[in-house]
């Protein structure tokens, strides 16, 4: 059992790259969420998908967009990089209204924008 | 709207010290409550959550328990080790949602 795993782990882009970050969870979880960590921000949402064939808007979604692409898989896309998206990109699946209920994280893609 | 507004950092304690980290919230009802931990270069692992008023989550040593009449969580740990070096975060889920709103997180470091 992998959990939640992602791909890559560290990317360097140069301003106006695009790239897609991969996320896969082993779970069988029904929600699936993209988060950015950045220092003294704590955690922010970025987008969710409660369901598959569903995604929904964050906290910060400008800049981004997702693709549910099965209940396993969901990635996360930048289509023009800029410098304020360099952060470390999370993924996080759960099973959401089960008495098992939790967020379960991957290892993070740490992703550099110059 | 939901908020969490936990302790800043860094907390710096000696081995087999007291650790208390206070977390406040703002929410609506009764969200549920959890603390995750983050070791370096690693992702978030639950440690201990509560979903009703009183409850107190717990494990490996660490202890909160859900305050509604104060609106905490604040997480305690009765004697740290070396190896509970971290960054901990405080985050709620609100009634009816499925996301969760985190708090800033807050370093600690516990020397020999």
């Known amino acids: 059992n992998a959990g939640v795993t992602q791909t890559p782990k560290f990317q360097v882009l140069k301003t106006g790259q695009s790239m897609t970050l991969q996320c896969a969870q082993d779970m069988n979880h029904n929600s699936m969420y993209w988060y950015r960590q950045d220092p003294g921000m704590g955690l922010r949402l970025i987008y969710y998908?409660?369901?598959?064939?569903?995604?929904d808007k964050g906290e910060v979604p400008n800049g981004y967009n997702v693709s549910r692409l099965n209940k396993r898989e969901f990635s996360l896309r930048l289509e023009s990089a800029a410098p304020s998206q360099t952060s470390v990109y999370f993924c996080?699946?759960?099973?959401?209204?089960?008495?098992?209920?939790?967020?379960?994280f991957g290892p993070g893609t740490r992703l550099t924008v110059l | 709207g939901n908020s969490v507004t936990q302790m800043e950092g860094p907390v710096t304690l000696s081995e087999e010290a007291f650790l208390t980290i206070n977390c406040t919230y703002t929410?609506?009802?009764?969200?549920?409550l959890f603390w995750y931990v983050q070791y370096p270069g690693e992702g978030l692992q639950l440690l201990l959550k509560a979903t009703k008023a009183d409850d107190k989550g717990s494990n490996k040593g660490f202890e909160a328990t859900y305050r509604k009449e104060t609106t905490s969580f604040h997480l305690e740990k009765g004697s740290v080790q070396v190896s509970d070096s971290a960054v901990y975060f405080c985050a709620l889920r609100g009634v009816g949602y499925s996301t969760l709103t985190f708090g800033k997180g807050t370093m600690l470091l516990v020397s020999p």
């Open positions: 998908s409660a369901s598959e064939g569903t995604t």
């Open positions: 996080a699946s759960s099973d959401v209204g089960t008495s098992t209920d939790t967020q379960y």
């Open positions: 929410a609506t009802g009764y969200p549920s």
